[in-house]
């Protein structure tokens, strides 16, 4: 049983992997934090979940936020006494990346695509990732990291709507009924939400296609309302980039 850690820009996810089956997940506002808050938090959030510490053998964790993982990686060293992995420092992902300058690929990014390939192997792969940014990234059928494309999240463009403009407020994340909103709620509703899938499916079709034929999959916070709507999206697994941690942490 390992720790798996996703940082990322809004919340930060743990989840508890036996193997790459995913035993209890909790997640928390993504923020710097003393290594004292840090390890008490943690701590309090496997009690709540009934996992012993001891029963943990280690940690991984990925993160796109520079800011919090030093904070992070001294509160996982004290509490498990273990030192933990951390993508980007020389763990063996088995992908070849295949962009210009492949540092500067995100790591959520690259943890998304080995999850990808090793439940899809053997086929072109477009991993839609609905987080703060949502992210497609394209695989190749030879397990190759190509690239993708990078675009507003659901949220950012919900969270802008409401500050640059005078009089619209701030709406919940919901499938209209229909696309002509009979108020100002649902007009913004339906011009988030259906203008969001058909964002989603262009761009995941034109990967598509640049692929030669590819698998489409979803993943992150929104994967399975805004997966449903979609009209290119197979499959939705919500916990991809837990899977893909524990992959990494198994293959170092």
Same mark, same amino acid.
């Not at 919340?11 to 710097?32: D, L």
């Not at 996982?76 to 210009?100: A, N, Q």
């Not at 079709?205 to 979803?218: F, Q, S, T, Y």
């Given at each position: ?5 996703d940082?990322g *820009?809004?919340?930060?996810v743990?989840?508890?992997m036996?193997?790459?089956?995913v ?6 506002t993504t923020q ?29 964790l ?5 800011s ?5 990686e001294k ?5 498990l006494d273990?030192?933990?992995?951390v ?18 690929? +995100?790591?959520?990014?690259i943890?998304n695509?080995v ?7 053997g086929t072109?792969l ?7 940014a949502?992210?497609f990234?394209?695989? *190749?059928a ?5 690239? +993708? ?38 007009a913004?509703?339906?011009g988030?939400f ?6 989603t ?9 640049e692929?030669?034929g ?22 939705v ?6 899977r893909?941690?524990?992959?990494l942490?198994?293959r170092?």
């Amino acid at each position: 049983m390992i720790l798996a850690v996703d940082v990322g *820009n809004t919340n930060t996810v743990f989840g508890v992997m036996v193997g790459t089956e995913v035993q209890h997940t909790f997640r928390v506002t993504t923020q710097v934090r003393t290594t004292d808050e840090t390890t008490a938090l943690l701590l309090q959030l496997l009690a709540h979940r009934g996992v012993a510490v001891s029963s943990l053998e280690g940690a991984i964790l990925s993160s796109t936020v520079p800011s919090v993982v030093f904070g992070l990686e001294k509160a996982l060293r004290s509490t498990l006494d273990r030192e933990p992995m951390v993508v980007g420092r020389g763990l063996k992902t088995g992908m070849k990346v295949r962009t210009d300058n492949p540092r500067e690929v +995100g790591a959520d990014r690259i943890v998304n695509a080995v999850a990808a390939r090793h439940l899809w192997p053997g086929t072109a792969l477009v991993v839609v990732d609905f987080g703060t940014a949502t992210t497609f990234d394209c695989i *190749n059928a030879k397990g190759e990291y190509l690239g +993708g494309a990078i675009a507003p999240g659901f949220r950012i463009s919900e969270e802008a709507l409401y500050a640059r403009t005078a009089q619209l407020p701030r709406i919940e994340v919901a499938q209209p009924a229909t696309a002509i909103g009979r108020n100002t709620v649902s007009a913004m509703q339906s011009g988030l939400f259906f203008g969001y899938v058909g964002l989603t499916d262009t761009l995941a079709r034109r990967c598509r296609e640049e692929l030669g034929g590819a698998k489409v999959v979803a993943t992150g916070g929104l994967a399975n309302l805004l997966g449903r709507a979609s009209e290119v999206i197979e499959e939705v697994d919500a916990h991809l980039t837990l899977r893909g941690l524990a992959l990494l942490a198994e293959r170092n």
